[in-house]
């Protein structure tokens, strides 16, 4: 019995030190067999990639080439594109003040309405994340405008809301505030579309709440013993642990507020009016491209746009090492 066992752990042992040193033991496959499995599972990887690949390639690659080529031409949709330079781009700073104009509009948009969306979005979580009864029933109530909000007929009824005779004027007019309808008012039309977008605040104020509830109870805990108030709690407990998500909430809200275009397009009814309040960027671009047949120029504009926003949020990402907090670091 002794003999017996001593040969197999001799034999277990050798066998052992043969696949550790790379020899091929009695089940160990070749090398032709595994170059041949190794092939085989990279052709079924790009198998299953193909479908996404194609599209990417011919639906978003390939357009994206196309319209930066264009946005060096002269092109209506009928005749052949003209190369012209940076005509297009020339024109665009200098001699249209409608597009200026609609550049302004847009940021006061994005710099006004973003961060009262955010902080809309940051308030409402911190208050849910307090109430347990009851709370999923508020999160789907407050989540529901982010999924309808861009539709055409929300924009319709917030339309209907806002112009003269509309219930809010109706309201207003109530308590003695006699202002009229906010679609025609110069003054009030883009106020009212920053706050058609703070109504959608569902969409981050989810994210925020998922935030939250990773924070440990036993900051605020310690917090409280050294007799932190609310406002101190937010800034050195809340506000350090949440950092990494509002930078990727505030990422998101500024990349969708430079492209509202849904909204301004129906309440204006594809005018931009009154005197260009509604004329936003993407409804500037619009207009030019298949209103006026210009899609060269409209291609150019389209293409500043992506450099400004991947500008914003290079700037973002550069900026975020300052005061975005992340697990495990020792900043």
Known sequence: MSTTLTKAIVTADTEGRSRLLGRRGPDTPTRPGLKLRNRRETATGYTFLLPWMIGFLGLTLGPMIYSLYLAFTRYNLFTEPEWIGLDNFVRMFTEDPQYIQSVQITLVYVLVGTPIKLAAALGVAMLLNYRDRGSTFFRSSFYAPSLIGASVSVAIVWRAMFSTDGPVDNTLSFFGLDIGGWVGNVALVLPMMILLAVWQFGAPMVIFLAGLKQVPRELYEAAEVDGAGPIRKFRSVTFPMLSSVIFFNLLLELINAFQVFASAYIISNGSGGPAGMTNFYT?????????????????????????????????????????????????
């Open 283 to 331: 409804v500037y671009l619009y207009k030019r491209g298949f209103a006026d047949l210009q899609m060269g120029y409209a291609a150019a504009m389209a293409w500043v746009l992506v450099i400004v926003v991947a500008i914003i949020a290079a700037i973002l990402f550069k900026t975020q090492k300052s005061w975005v907090h992340y697990a495990g670091d020792n900043r």
